[in-house]
């Protein structure tokens, strides 16, 4: 649901001049972004370079998401979102409304899903652990992300990494999440509760690589936890994974380091029993041929006795004969 | 510290009514008490026809709420949204009035530069956080919101499971209408959780009138007169200063 305002926004023309009221700063949109609930963010042109923008006919949104990149960027040396640059007004000459703005760094990168798709499922776990460092960071802060979904991670690189955007969602520990989506929302599969803790971050990221694995359209019936573990136990590569993701669908991590450390952990395991597997295979082929040489050896000595019996046979039957004429 | 207390009307409906006073009035009536009137419209497959969409819109804009038109399928996310988005309107109604006590009639937080609307966001945020919330849920049962009833439940039990996650308390009660004796009939009474409401909906029975002014009159008397908005000012007037 879109009002007019937001709408008239997604469809700026390439080459509109956005000038702030404030800080006067000028920014060429070159194409937009993407969307979501309460914005539009386009690609443009400054003084500064290539960055993002985004524009909003929500005041409060802009002032909420300008906050806490504000905090971000004083949490110098991690990816944890994008820097802000820039937070103003844009008259704009049609509409003669003051649209509030703010302008981010832009990073260039491949939305998550699109990134897998193209480079294969093993990418998964790695992209989740890269993530799993950063949402600890961000928690460490006293933060939690919120509305963690695959379409507001950007796989920069390279090498790819992992950033997280859209910090709308992005909530005080303690408080209530400010913003989410249904699928990624314990509340949602009836889980837990929408305060904002670490754990809440946590279960967001077993739904991805859930969603990530088996890309099917999801939607909750009955009962939510048995429904994921079904889903789970169909997939090859989700149930390698299945005590991790049970222990953090139940909320039973209080850190994402931990999270990590097992996902690492199950790895290793199953890295491990995949060479073991390979070893024990190899030996039983080594013994079988064996085997197989020792019945040849046996099989050769037999056919020597027998010609020696009959050249035997023979040289007695012709001495015999000899002696008996 | 000691935080005033939000009280909103959360109307849910698929139309028009046809029985009674203008719930437009009623909605206006509201405002004055200090009660916000927010509106959703629930649409089966199709649209809602024009005097339904106007009456809905009507009664958000004079109710000094928030009105949203979904299909039943959207509802959880939409009821959730409206009611926060709701306070968050009106406790920047509140803080932009104090504002003006401090800077003069014609500013408003637009007026401020970003740097400093970040600090009054961050105190409104702050206060929709802690405030404790009232919401008396007014559901339509008449005629075709029947088939919807479930879902509404849904939204209901999503509801509080969002606003429990806050620090500040809540307080629900549930109403419907037509009801079986009078113009509106109480279903859950004042609680902080809404689970028994599990229990209560499969009784419902639907059908008959659509009294939504009579409905919105009486649920107002509801609303314990003890703590006004205006309240809410002066318990935090000290605070506000302090953060500013």
């Given at each position: 649901?879109?009002?007019?305002?937001?709408?008239?926004?997604?469809?700026?023309?390439?080459?509109?001049?956005?000038?702030?009221?404030?800080?006067?700063?000028?920014?060429?949109?070159?194409?937009?972004?993407?969307?979501?609930?309460?914005?539009?963010?386009?690609?443009?042109?400054?003084?500064?370079?290539?960055?993002?923008?985004?524009?909003?006919?929500?005041?409060?949104?802009?002032?909420?998401?300008?906050?806490?990149?504000?905090?971000?960027?004083?949490?110098?040396?991690?990816?944890?979102?994008?820097?802000?640059?820039?937070?103003?007004?844009?008259?704009?000459p049609?509409?003669?409304?003051?649209?509030?703005?703010?302008?981010?760094?832009?990073?260039?990168?491949?939305?998550?899903?699109?990134?897998?798709?193209?480079?294969?499922?093993?990418?998964?776990?790695?992209?989740?652990?890269?993530?799993?460092?950063?949402?600890?960071?961000?928690?460490?802060?006293?933060?939690?992300f919120?509305?963690?979904?695959?379409?507001?991670l950007?796989?920069?690189?390279?090498?790819?990494?992992?950033?997280?955007?859209?910090?709308?969602?992005t909530?005080?520990?303690?408080?209530?999440?400010?913003?989410?989506?249904?699928?990624?929302?314990?509340?949602?599969?009836?889980?837990g509760?929408?305060?904002a803790?670490?754990?809440?971050?946590?279960?967001?990221?077993?739904?991805?690589?859930?969603?990530?694995?088996?890309?099917?359209?999801?939607?909750?019936?009955?009962?939510?936890?048995?429904?994921?573990?079904?889903?789970?136990?169909?997939?090859?590569?989700?149930?390698?994974?299945?005590?991790?993701?049970?222990?953090?669908?139940?909320?039973?991590?209080?850190?994402?380091?931990?999270?990590?450390?097992?996902?690492?952990?199950?790895?290793?395991?199953?890295?491990?029993?995949?060479?073991?597997?390979?070893?024990?295979?190899k030996?039983?082929?080594?013994?079988?041929r064996?085997?197989?040489?020792?019945?040849?050896?046996?099989?050769?000595?037999?056919?020597?006795?027998?010609?020696i019996?009959?050249?035997?046979?023979?040289?007695?039957?012709?001495?015999?004969?000899?002696i008996?004429? | 510290?000691?935080?005033?207390?939000?009280?909103?009307?959360?109307?849910?409906?698929?139309?028009?009514?046809?029985?009674?006073?203008?719930?437009?009035?009623?909605?206006?009536?509201?405002?004055?008490?200090?009660?916000?009137v927010?509106?959703?419209?629930?649409?089966?497959?199709?649209?809602?026809?024009?005097?339904?969409?106007?009456?809905?819109?009507?009664?958000?804009?004079?109710?000094?709420?928030?009105?949203?038109?979904?299909?039943?399928?959207?509802?959880s996310?939409?009821?959730?949204?409206?009611?926060?988005?709701?306070?968050?309107?009106?406790?920047?109604?509140?803080?932009?009035?104090?504002?003006?006590?401090?800077?003069?009639?014609?500013?408003s937080?637009?007026?401020l530069?970003?740097?400093?609307?970040?600090?009054?966001?961050?105190?409104?945020?702050?206060?929709?956080?802690?405030?404790?919330?009232?919401?008396?849920?007014?559901?339509?049962?008449?005629?075709?919101m029947?088939t919807?009833?479930?879902?509404?439940?849904?939204?209901?039990?999503?509801?509080?499971?969002?606003?429990?996650?806050r620090?500040?308390?809540?307080?629900?009660?549930?109403?419907?209408?037509?009801?079986?004796?009078?113009?509106?009939?109480?279903?859950?009474?004042?609680?902080?959780?809404?689970?028994?409401?599990?229990?209560?909906?499969?009784?419902?029975?639907?059908?008959?009138?659509?009294?939504?002014?009579?409905?919105?009159?009486?649920?107002?008397?509801?609303?314990?007169?003890?703590?006004?908005?205006?309240?809410?000012?002066?318990?935090?007037?000290?605070?506000?200063?302090?953060?500013?």
């Open positions: 649901m879109m009002n007019h305002t937001l709408k008239g926004l997604c469809n700026l023309r390439a080459g509109t001049v956005v000038t702030g009221k404030w800080h006067h700063q000028s920014y060429k949109l070159l194409k937009p972004l993407g969307h979501g609930a309460n914005g539009v963010v386009y690609l443009a042109e400054s003084m500064k370079g290539i960055v993002a923008l985004k524009l909003s006919d929500n005041s409060e949104a802009v002032t909420s998401e300008v906050n806490v990149l504000r905090r971000f960027s004083k949490v110098q040396g991690v990816a944890l979102g994008p820097s802000l640059l820039d937070v103003d007004d844009w008259v704009t049609l509409m003669k409304k003051h649209i509030p703005f703010y302008v981010m760094e832009y990073i260039k990168g491949e939305d998550f899903s699109t990134f897998i798709r193209k480079r294969g499922k093993e990418w998964i776990v790695i992209l989740l652990l890269q993530l799993l460092s950063a949402l600890d960071k961000l928690h460490q802060e006293g933060w939690v919120g509305d963690l979904k695959p379409e507001n950007l796989v920069a690189g390279p090498p790819p990494t992992v950033r997280l955007l859209d910090v709308g969602g909530t005080l520990q303690g408080r209530a999440i400010k913003e989410f989506t249904e699928l990624y929302d314990r509340g949602y599969w009836g889980l509760s929408r305060k803790e670490p754990s809440y971050d946590l279960f967001a990221v077993a739904m991805i690589m859930i969603q990530s694995c088996c890309p099917i359209k999801l939607e909750r019936k009955g009962d939510g936890r048995h429904q994921l573990i079904s889903i789970i136990q169909a997939d090859g590569m989700l149930r390698k994974y299945q005590a991790v993701l049970m222990k953090a669908i139940d909320g039973k991590y209080k850190r994402a380091s931990e999270m990590k450390q097992d996902l690492l952990a199950t790895i290793h395991r199953s890295a491990h029993s995949h060479s073991k597997q390979r070893a024990s295979k030996t039983t082929q080594k013994s079988q064996s085997k197989k040489r020792k019945r040849g050896k046996a099989k050769s000595v037999v056919e020597t006795a027998l010609i019996a009959v050249l035997l046979c023979a040289y007695a039957i012709y001495v015999y004969h000899q008996l004429p | 510290m000691r935080k005033g207390t939000l009280r909103q009307i959360l109307l849910i409906t698929d139309g028009c009514s046809n029985h009674g006073e203008d719930p437009i009035a009623m909605a206006a009536l509201a405002k004055e008490q200090g009660i916000t927010n509106v959703i419209g629930v649409l089966d497959q199709d649209t809602i026809d024009e005097s339904g969409l106007r009456e809905i819109e009507g009664i958000a804009l004079s109710g000094g709420g928030i009105s949203q038109v979904v299909y039943a399928k959207q509802l996310q939409t009821v959730q949204m409206v009611t926060r988005k709701a306070m968050t309107q009106t406790l920047q109604g509140v803080v932009n009035k104090e504002l003006k006590q401090i800077l003069g009639p014609d500013v937080l637009e007026d530069p970003p740097e400093k609307r970040g600090e009054v966001m961050e105190v409104v945020d702050e206060l929709g956080e802690t405030v404790e919330l009232e919401v008396l849920i007014l559901i339509d049962t008449s005629g075709s029947k919807k009833l479930p879902t509404v439940k849904e939204a209901l039990l999503d509801l509080s499971l969002s606003l429990n996650a620090i500040g308390d809540n307080r629900f009660a549930v109403f419907v209408f037509p009801g079986k004796r009078g113009n509106v009939e109480k279903i859950v009474d004042w609680t902080p959780k809404m689970e028994e409401l599990s229990t209560v909906f499969p009784k419902l029975t639907s059908g008959g009138l659509t009294p939504t002014g009579p409905a919105l009159r009486e649920a107002l008397t509801y609303f314990e007169r003890k703590r006004s908005l205006r309240s809410l000012i002066r318990d935090d007037e000290s605070y506000f200063e302090g953060s500013m």
